[in-house]
């Protein structure tokens, strides 16, 4: 079955620590591919997303995500994570249309 | 508004009760959509409405569960009959089309706890 796959579901960092969440997908065609972020209290919000082109996405608050379209893969990326990055990311994925997310990963950032 | 809006934001209810739930979707957008967010799984799709388009119920878990959308805006989702399981947060989102460019505005959701 198509499927969309986060490998982590909490991850705890200190600030300033690099920042990588996996992100895996099952489908086999042409995808667009989004990182959505869902802070305490607030509701989900687009992160930054892939349609084509250079496949090193870059969107807001300093994250990166990159496309590996031999890994099925999107991982989002961040330098330097800051405590107020503390919130719970989404992977999703649109094939044909149909918009299917992650599980979702629980960040943690340690002031 | 200038987002989607959903109420109410909590509901608690009592298994085998009916409950509705609103979504306002943003003013323009011809596309909604409704998923459900439980702890742990994710988000999962629900029904899907384009502008005067029959509805794309294909992720509705049962028949207890239905959706409609009143002159093309605002959608009240209904579930009959709830169970402990339905318990969850209801999401509605909107988009200006089904072709996702601009990626999908949500709502705050709707908190369902059935006791």
């Known amino acids: 079955a198509q499927s969309v796959s986060q490998h982590n579901h909490h991850v705890i960092l200190s600030e300033a620590a690099s920042l990588e969440l996996g992100c895996n997908y099952s489908y086999g065609g042409t995808v667009n591919l989004f990182w959505y972020v869902q802070y305490p209290g607030q509701h989900l919000q687009l992160l930054l997303k892939y349609f084509s082109g250079d496949p090193l996405v870059k969107g807001i608050k300093g994250f990166e995500a990159e496309f590996i379209k031999s890994k099925f893969s999107f991982n989002l990326r961040k330098p330097s994570v800051q405590w107020s990055d503390t919130a719970e990311y989404f992977c999703?994925?649109?094939?044909?249309?149909?918009?299917?997310f992650g599980a979702g990963t629980r960040l943690t950032v340690k002031p | 508004g200038a987002g989607v809006s959903q109420s109410p934001s909590n509901k608690v209810t009592e298994k085998g009760k009916d409950v509705e739930l609103r979504c306002d979707p943003i003013s323009g957008h011809t596309a909604l959509y409704w998923y459900r967010q439980s702890l742990g799984q994710g988000l999962e799709f629900l029904i899907y409405f384009q502008g005067n388009s029959a509805p794309d119920k294909s992720g509705l878990p049962s028949d207890r569960f239905s959706a409609e959308r009143t002159g093309g805006s605002v959608s009240t989702l209904t579930i009959q009959r709830t169970q402990q399981e339905d318990s969850a947060v209801y999401l509605c989102?909107?988009?200006?089309?089904?072709?996702?460019?601009?990626?999908?505005?949500f709502g705050s959701g709707t908190r369902l706890t059935v006791v």
């Open positions: 989102a909107s988009s200006f089309s089904r072709t996702v460019y601009y990626g999908y505005t």
């Open positions: 999703a994925v649109n094939y044909n249309n149909d918009m299917r």
